[in-house]
């Protein structure tokens, strides 16, 4: 069973930085395209950043240049390291593969304060 867990989350203010963890267990984590999503209250789950199993990354528009993503395919974990914080950026991330085909972690909660 795939399990995600995801972790880093915290209360910060605008212009700080985070950087987010997710372990994943139960699966070979080096054949997947893993993704980074939020929701933010209210909104649809959005994917925001996306790593291949080379380590290309995109994002959307709203976070280029702030967020980076990354990946250690030997201890199976993924990061999301967010610079200069938004209050837009307020929302639960979460990781998955970007076909979402892993149970969904917890998420882990970030707020940013204006």
């Known amino acids: 069973q795939v399990q995600l867990v995801e972790s880093g989350g915290d209360l910060v203010q605008s212009g700080g930085s985070l950087r987010l963890s997710c372990a994943v267990s139960g699966t070979i984590l080096r054949i997947y395209i893993m993704g980074w999503y939020r929701q933010a209250p209210g909104k649809q789950r959005e994917l925001v950043a996306r790593?291949?199993?080379?380590?290309?990354?995109n994002y959307i528009d709203s976070v280029k240049d702030r967020f980076f993503a990354s990946r250690d395919n030997v201890r199976n974990t993924v990061h999301l390291q967010m610079n200069n914080l938004k209050p837009d950026d307020t929302a639960v991330y979460y990781c998955?593969?970007?076909?979402?085909?892993?149970?969904w972690g917890q998420g882990t909660q970030v707020t940013v304060s204006s």
């Open positions: 998955n593969n970007v076909g979402q085909t892993f149970p």
């Open positions: 790593i291949s199993t080379s380590g290309t990354t």
